[in-house]
């Protein structure tokens, strides 16, 4: 009995090693939705020991829909290029025929994936790279179905920093406009002018204020018709 219940468990635990089928529902949603070059352990390094930069180490990210890390299968191209400054485009000339990384078996992902980082990690060898120039790494990923690319300006630890030649950055801040200070009333009251130094002050003659001309004299009353004396005339 008891070699049949250990059988049952070694049976067990064999089988938990297997993965379970996924689903085409499960891989979608599951799935890589979108891939980067980590920016910041992306570097260009020296890997042996002899104090000379063998090239780049170059870190890919995959996130599912959920913005989850997550993984991929399929194969990576990288492609290294001079940098090209203030352009729209960074990409300048390529320096290097392109790297070819493979994802697509259990010892390719077993030997890539980085369980700290949760990236893929890729030694790119190129020994005449310069630690003190400015480089554009592209990464183009092909899943069969999907493609996914990035790319990442890499400046080398020698790298001359680059001055801000340009004006000044200014607050994007917006805020609402002071308001105007109300227009002040006209004085009706006019200043003389004071005199300056070593002058004599003049009076200046004011106008006299008009006045309106005296209103006609009143009308005489009407002229009454003269009585005639009743007095009888003399002969």
């Given amino acids: 009995m008891l070699c049949l219940v250990m059988g049952m468990l070694m049976a067990l635990g064999c089988a938990s090693h297997s993965p379970a089928p996924r689903s085409p529902g499960d891989a979608a949603l599951f799935g890589p939705a979108s891939m980067r070059i980590h920016p910041i352990f992306t570097q260009v390094k020296d890997w042996t020991g002899d104090d000379k930069p063998d090239g780049v180490e170059a870190l890919l990210e995959f996130q599912d829909q959920f913005s989850d890390p997550t993984k991929a299968s399929g194969t990576a191209i990288f492609e290294?290029?001079?940098?090209?400054?203030?352009?729209?485009?960074?990409?300048?000339?390529?320096?290097?025929?392109?790297?070819?990384?493979?994802?697509?078996?259990?010892?390719?992902?077993?030997?890539r994936w980085n369980r700290t980082s949760?990236?893929?990690?890729?030694?790119?060898?190129?020994?005449?790279?310069?630690?003190?120039?400015?480089?554009?790494?592209?990464?183009?990923?092909?899943?069969?179905a999907t493609r996914f690319f990035d790319q990442i300006v890499i400046k080398g630890e020698n790298a001359p920093r680059e001055r801000n030649t340009g004006p000044a950055t200014r607050s994007t801040t917006t805020r609402p406009a002071a308001p105007a200070?109300?227009?002040?009333?006209?004085?009706?009251?006019?200043?003389?002018?004071?005199?300056?130094?070593?002058?004599?002050?003049?009076?200046?003659?004011?106008?006299?204020?008009?006045?309106?001309?005296?209103?006609?004299?009143?009308?005489?009353?009407?002229?009454?018709?003269?009585?005639?004396p009743d007095v009888a005339p003399g002969f």
Avoid: C, H
């Fill in 80 to 111: 290294l290029y001079t940098y090209r400054k203030g352009d729209a485009d960074p990409r300048g000339e390529r320096v290097v025929n392109p790297w070819v990384g493979s994802l697509q078996t259990l010892a390719d992902q077993q030997a």
């Fill in 181 to 228: 200070p109300a227009a002040a009333a006209p004085s009706m009251t006019t200043t003389p002018p004071q005199p300056t130094a070593g002058t004599t002050a003049t009076s200046i003659p004011t106008a006299p204020a008009p006045t309106l001309a005296p209103p006609p004299p009143p009308l005489p009353p009407p002229t009454s018709t003269p009585s005639v």
């Fill in 118 to 144: 949760r990236t893929y990690f890729f030694q790119l060898e190129y020994p005449a790279i310069r630690d003190d120039r400015t480089y554009v790494l592209a990464a183009t990923f092909d899943t069969g």
